[in-house]
């Protein structure tokens, strides 16, 4: 068995667009905001949660494009 690059990629893009809202959302003060979906367009939802600021990130598009931190 080979492992699908495929795969290591689309992890590689949610690990990539979370850390830079992550980042981009700290800077700015917010613990909340909706980007548009690199992947599929949809409304891509962000939020930070707790005294440690968890990442809770959901697309709305149906592309499976997920993480919590
Ligand atoms: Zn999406």
């Given amino acids: 068995m080979t492992e699908i690059p495929e795969a290591h990629a689309n992890i590689f893009e949610v690990l990539l667009v979370c850390l830079m809202q992550k980042a ?9 905001r ?6 599929c367009g949809g409304q891509l939802h962000l939020a930070l ?9 959901a697309c709305d598009g149906g592309c499976g494009m997920e993480a919590m931190e």
């Fill in 24 to 32: 981009d959302m700290v800077a700015a003060g917010e613990d909340r």
């Fill in 34 to 39: 909706t980007v548009e979906c690199s992947r």
């Fill in 49 to 57: 949660v707790g005294a440690r600021k968890h990442l809770r990130m």
